[in-house]
């Protein structure tokens, strides 16, 4: 049985040779006590559906902005679980909330109102506004994680195009962006590796270009559009900050066709560009209809939300839209505190200071090595480096790994560098030694 369970690369064999005792269990299989990052990748790997492509690295425990794999080695942590524990691994109050939530209620379902979820819509709602965000902000729709976000922005905006007209229901995205997995996000996603092999995706989706309007007009109709789509600060595209004049200009154009603008401020939200929310250096005239959050907002604990003006909300009946999980009081508890946190003015003049640090240290490494980094992107602590063609950013990466330090790549050949916001200066030091020599010794392509 255990033979059948471990075929192929895995042999009863070679899992004693790794020095294990797996047990037997229903016909299965556990993991037995040896812990090395190499048994196991080993044992998972057989087990796991084929969608990424895993390093040897193991972590096994996560302090503040440092990490440790099963060996023991440290590693200064710039990505902070892609932008998502953006207060440090086992921050000591989230793990207490979360502890004293969880012996009183960890969910009850939307049939009832809690008092955790409550809270924290509210709290969006004002802190929001507080914060010169979102100005037409007015309710919240809580759900678990990034992708449904989205999923709602885009339902709630295909509602609020058919209470005007049964044909005003497509959607403007743009070329480099990110917006999620799901059908929907994914048919918003305009990059042919994620979409090609799940086509045909859902109608009526159209791709500009964010940065040029006419791309824009081109598509744009009052009969037709019901939404566009854009994140403010591209993350996953190669942190491309999109141009505050454009983003007036096209809200200007939403407002003239009645289509809702959707922000997608899933990554770049929440402190990450020093403010709030990255549209929050926008006047009030290019403020979103609807806003996406996720990633930051529990500190690693799944949750997303929807934040949407009187417009959307107008739109919208009870049966809509709906979540089994969205808005349990353990997640909303978690976000409650995160949301002050981040809000906060000295943690955000703090966020800014740590922000100069790595941009003044990223304009110095792009000068030094001017034949390897062709400049410096982003915003607050959503920072990349541009590589040239002939060097690769993933090598970078894997150096860097391998002397104690995780950064991630983007789109477009970028090395992106998302620490947790209160990330220690010591660690920002540290990590930036490791990263400049890491960009010393990466090879140029043969
Ligand atoms: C990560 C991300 C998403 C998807 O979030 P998930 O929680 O992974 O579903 C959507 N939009 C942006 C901008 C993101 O960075």
């Known amino acids: 049985m255990l033979k059948t369970v471990l075929k192929g690369k895995l042999t009863m064999k070679s899992v004693y040779r790794a020095g294990t005792c797996m047990r037997r269990f229903h016909g299965g299989v556990v993991l037995g006590s040896t812990n090395t990052s190499q048994f196991i990748k080993q044992v998972s790997e057989p087990f796991t559906v084929t969608t990424y492509a895993r390093p040897e690295l193991i972590i096994e425990r996560g302090q503040g902005s440092y990490l440790y794999d099963y060996e023991g080695k440290e590693y200064v942590d710039f990505m902070s679980g892609i932008a998502v524990t953006c207060l440090g691994h086992s921050n000591p109050e989230v793990t207490d909330i979360l502890t004293k939530q969880a012996q009183k209620l960890i969910h009850s379902s939307n049939l009832y109102y809690n008092r955790p979820a409550g809270d924290l819509a509210a709290k969006l709602v004002e802190l929001t506004k507080a914060s010169g965000g979102m100005a037409d902000a007015l309710r919240v729709f809580l759900c678990n994680s990034g992708t449904e976000a989205n999923e709602a922005a885009l339902k709630f905006a295909r509602k609020y195009g058919?209470?005007?007209n049964p044909e005003k229901y497509e959607i403007i995205t743009f070329k480099n962006s990110?917006?999620?997995?799901?059908?929907?996000?994914?048919?918003?996603?305009?990059?042919?590796?994620?979409?090609e092999p799940f086509a045909p995706l859902i109608q009526g989706v159209n791709v500009a270009e964010a940065g040029n309007i006419d791309s824009v007009k081109t598509l744009i109709s009052k009969d037709k559009t019901c939404a566009v789509i854009i994140e403010p600060i591209q993350g996953e595209g190669g942190v491309n900050s999109v141009d505050p004049e454009f983003l007036v200009a096209l809200k200007q154009?939403?407002?003239?066709?009645?289509?809702?603008?959707?922000?997608?401020?899933i990554q770049c939200g929440l402190g990450r560009s020093g403010k709030l929310w990255a549209h929050g250096f926008l006047p009030a005239e290019a403020h979103p209809?609807?806003?996406?959050?996720?990633?930051?907002?529990?500190?690693?604990?799944?949750?997303?939300?929807?934040?949407i003006s009187e417009k959307v909300e107008n739109a919208l009946s009870v049966g809509d839209h709906g979540t089994t999980?969205?808005?349990?009081?353990?997640?909303?508890?978690?976000?409650?505190?995160?949301?002050?946190?981040?809000?906060?003015?000295?943690?955000l003049a703090s966020v800014g200071e740590k922000s100069n640090k790595f941009l003044t240290r990223f304009s110095q490494i792009a000068d030094k090595y001017p034949n390897k980094v062709s400049a410096v992107k982003g915003k607050g602590l959503l920072i990349g480096l541009q590589m040239v063609d002939e060097v690769d950013a993933g090598s970078v990466a894997s150096l860097a790994r391998d002397n104690?330090?995780?950064?991630?790549?983007?789109?477009?050949?970028?090395?992106?560098?998302?620490?947790?916001?209160?990330?220690?200066?010591?660690?920002?030091?540290?990590?930036l030694d490791i990263l400049e020599q890491a960009i010393a010794a990466v090879p140029f392509k043969q």
Request: aromatic content about 6%; some cysteine; charged content about 15%.
């Open 162 to 164: 058919k209470t005007k």
């Open 178 to 195: 990110f917006h999620g997995r799901t059908m929907g996000a994914l048919s918003v996603t305009p990059n042919p590796k994620y979409q």
């Open 253 to 265: 154009l939403c407002v003239d066709n009645d289509v809702m603008l959707i922000y997608d401020e």
């Open 289 to 307: 209809d609807i806003l996406t959050m996720a990633k930051a907002l529990g500190n690693g604990f799944p949750i997303g939300a929807v934040m």
């Open 325 to 347: 999980y969205g808005g349990n009081p353990l997640g909303s508890a978690i976000g409650s505190y995160v949301v002050d946190q981040v809000s906060n003015s000295d943690f």
């Open 404 to 431: 104690g330090l995780l950064v991630i790549t983007a789109g477009m050949n970028v090395v992106r560098v998302v620490p947790a916001l209160n990330i220690p200066d010591e660690a920002i030091e540290k990590g």
